[in-house]
């Protein structure tokens, strides 16, 4: 089986928070029937979905990764694994890398108060800036539950 290489890299520019792209692999069996065995996603922002499991010699299938950005903001990068019962590269992974602009951004995210007892008072920073250049954004008020 051939893969784009042993990791295989699908760059973007910028999208923006809460866009999805696709992005495709394609896999090509040269002389032996190969089985693309699984695709697991790494977490809940990416899908993987393969056309055709089993691949005939000379055949193709596709490797489609989804990406959905609806909680991350900057320079972003996700892998998904596609494992194949092909001895000499039985798992490739496909990289989606690239800018996720978003209109704020807040850091630390998502903020972790540690273990906060009833009472006790917790303080934390956070920064928030713009997302993309040329928004301005002003911080009107603050408020807690």
């Known amino acids: 089986m051939v893969l784009p290489s042993p990791t295989h890299i699908a760059l973007f520019s910028a999208l923006r928070r809460s866009d999805s792209m696709d992005f495709a692999s ?85 903020l972790y108060l540690g273990r906060v007892r009833r009472g006790e008072p917790v303080r934390r920073e956070v920064s928030i800036a713009a997302g993309r250049a040329g928004t301005a954004h002003t911080v009107t008020a603050v408020e807690h539950a």
């Open 26 to 110: 394609f896999s090509r069996s040269r002389v032996m029937s190969r089985r693309i065995t699984t695709a697991p996603s790494s977490c809940g922002c990416t899908a993987a979905v393969v056309s055709a499991h089993d691949v005939a010699p000379g055949g193709e299938a596709r490797v489609t990764v989804t990406l959905d950005t609806a909680r991350m903001a900057g320079r972003t990068s996700k892998v998904v694994d596609v494992y194949t019962n092909d001895p000499a590269q039985p798992v490739t992974a496909l990289a989606v890398t690239g800018q996720v602009e978003a209109d704020l951004v807040v850091t630390p995210s998502p």
